[in-house]
């Protein structure tokens, strides 16, 4: 498939920022990117869909969501609106354990049904590729049948997905050495060999594993051609930061405990540092230093970390917003955070650019501006989503240009 757009207003690759652009896309990659009064002659005769004089970006990566769960935590975030402590309401066996027992609940039908209904909206803000992990299953079997959603999912949706197994916690019931011991010899085992996940991640933190626990169930994930991740530095320091630089690690996410010397590791390792905006603000925890990090060399990455619990997040945009904001980062590298720098968090180098080689995934915004979404709080100005240059999203009722 051949097709040239043009009739861009604005570009943002993200590297580089362009006016009066226009690319080219053969089999779903970019062939040529550049201003359209450079259109290559031998790109002219390929049929053309003009985008109206519009901004266009990388379509967004969302490199860490939980996505597949039963129920929802609207009590318990009552409870926390009030002022009652996440610790407090998971010890009571609500958090993590209330949808524990809805997802159990619910059949592998419901499961993907609902979210695929949340994938869809994540498409109409531009999001073409997001991890989705399991982790509300804790056995063997449950965990098994979140993946398999999770497989569905990446087969039916117009989006890009990546399957991670998550080590959530332990499950009531089991010692924590039988449990990692299981997790190790037997889940990850099974997962490799079947295909259901292409990463490993650990919650390391009080009242999850530690971050002995974390390396034994890391390392047999490596063991395995499996890659790894960490949710890291969330509520206390553990030290699971520099474990993920060391073995090598996709990213660390969360950090909102991190150090400086936590960021030289992670700069030094080329590990990517996901900060997760929602779970910061909705939880009161202190915000990721995204500014400080950036300039200590980490590659920072955005995501929305959308859970039932702790971030019952739904924007993309409102999580870049909030990393301006609060993270100071400005808006060309929150968009970097959640385009390029978030496709290396699951390891893809060719997605979240727009350039030559790159997977043509992106975003139509409807606005002269590209960056207009990231002006705009409350409201996202979406046009359009494509996916290996094939629209896969089209608002019901584009606004006129601003
Ligand atoms: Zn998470």
Known sequence: ??????????????????????????????????????????????????????????????????????????????????????????????????????????????????????????????VTALEIKSGYGLLPEAELKMLRVIRRLGETLPQRVFPTLLAHVVPGGWEREEYVAMFTAELIPEVARSGLAQAVDVFCDPGAFTLEETRRILEAALSHGLKVKLHAEQIAHTGATRLAAELGALSADHLEQSTPQDWQALAASGTI???????????????????????????????????????????????????????????????????????????????????????????VVDSTSALMPLYQWGHTPIHSTYVGGRRVFRAASPGSLP
Do not use: C
């Not at 924007?315 to 060309?332: K, N, V």
């Open 1 to 126: 498939m051949k097709q040239v757009f043009t009739g861009i207003a604005e570009l943002h690759t993200p590297r580089e920022r362009l006016e009066q652009a226009a690319f080219a896309v053969q089999d779903g990659r970019f062939v040529w990117v550049g201003a359209e009064a450079d259109l290559p002659e031998e790109y002219r005769g390929w049929p053309r869909t003009d985008l109206g004089g519009r901004g266009v970006l990388p379509g967004l990566v969302d490199a860490h969501t939980h996505l597949v769960y039963g129920g929802n935590r609207l009590d318990e975030y009552l409870k926390r609106a009030r002022g009652e402590r996440y610790e407090a309401i998971l010890a009571a066996g609500g958090g993590i354990y209330a949808t524990v027992r809805a997802t159990g609940a619910a059949s592998e039908d419901e499961l993907y049904e609902e979210a695929r209904a949340r994938a869809q909206l994540f498409l109409a803000q531009g």
């Open 273 to 363: 540092g996901t900060v997760l905006p929602g779970a910061a603000v909705i939880l009161r925890k202190p915000f990721p230093k995204a500014r400080a990090m950036w300039d200590a060399g980490v590659r920072v990455a955005i995501a929305t970390d959308h859970n039932p619990g702790s971030s019952p997040l739904y924007s993309p945009w409102l999580a870049m917003q909030l990393t301006m904001s609060l993270g100071r980062l400005s808006a060309e590298e929150a968009l970097f955070a959640h385009t390029e720098n978030a496709a290396l968090a699951l390891g893809r180098a060719n997605l979240g650019r727009i350039a030559v080689g790159s997977r043509a995934d992106f975003v």
